[in-house]
């Protein structure tokens, strides 16, 4: 009987937060990235390869951000969910055209790279052993503009200026780190082109602004007119007794009559 309780007031609680339902695109952009990323060819995709790309080393230490990603995302929507709103509203919304965006162009402008280091290079510790994993679980395919400098970017922008983190000194140093260190992974541990990292970052500017000013600027969470909490009145006021309507209308006569008579040094 407890458990059901318990059961109805986390239903009761989504229902109340239908907005939750904005995590739904996920499914429609996982389902597209892997059929296409499982579909497409080394002929039908555009080779991005720059020479800066070949003095890049690959280390594989800088897979740990990489991964870890993953969670930042997740963080990124729970906390926004229980805290505010606007604020989980606005990360959907930044993740979201990210995520269409760049969809778009890999749907458009297919892209691949051909810079995966040899097995021996990769390593067989336990670094090595997870960008092995990771390059087994995609093709080398759908990377410019680089889905993970992209989130990483827009979601701590999210965060920062979050309603309830945009005081918080720490994410406001940690989260840009963070950013730093994931889009430096995606070209160590050789999952992107240098290319791929400038594109999601000249990307992110305009999703950004388009968020903040056109999709969710702040008026349009504001509460509106009929929702205001009434204005409080001085206890110390409750306390004098107000007159009835007779009482009320006795003294609007007497006040009258007084308006009426002359004062003294009038003229009669």
């Known amino acids: 009987m407890e458990d059901l309780r318990t059961f109805d007031k986390i239903k009761k609680y989504f229902l109340e937060r239908k907005y939750v339902l904005l995590l739904l695109f996920w499914v429609v952009h996982v389902v597209w990235y892997f059929v296409l990323n499982s579909s497409l060819t080394d002929e039908a995709c555009h080779l991005m390869h720059i020479s800066l790309d070949d003095k890049i080393p690959y280390v594989k230490y800088f897979v740990i951000p990489y991964v870890l990603w993953y969670g930042y995302i997740a963080f990124a929507h729970i906390w926004t969910f229980f805290h505010s709103k606007r604020d989980f509203v606005v990360m959907c919304c930044l993740i979201f055209l990210s995520n269409l965006v760049s969809i778009l162009i890999f749907t458009i402008y297919p892209t691949m790279h051909d810079m995966r280091p040899a097995e021996d290079v990769i390593g067989y510790d336990f670094f090595g052993s997870i960008v092995r994993w990771l390059y087994g679980t995609e093709n080398p395919y759908c990377i410019m503009p680089s889905e993970h400098c992209m989130l990483a970017i827009v979601i ?84 004098i007794e107000q007159p009835d309507e007779a009482e009320a209308e006795v003294l609007s006569t007497e006040e009258s009559i007084e308006s009426d008579e002359p004062l003294d040094g009038d003229e009669e």
Do not use: W
């Open 156 to 239: 701590t922008v999210g965060l920062i200026f979050s309603d309830g983190l945009k005081d918080n000194l720490f994410v406001k140093i940690v989260c840009p780190i963070y950013t730093v260190l994931v889009m430096l992974s995606t070209v160590f541990i050789k999952q992107h082109s240098i290319v791929d990292v400038f594109a999601a970052t000249a990307l992110c500017v305009p999703i950004c602004l388009v968020t903040y000013l056109v999709i969710c600027p702040k008026k349009r969470f504001a509460p509106k007119a009929d929702t205001l909490p009434e204005p409080e009145t001085d206890p110390a006021l409750e306390d």
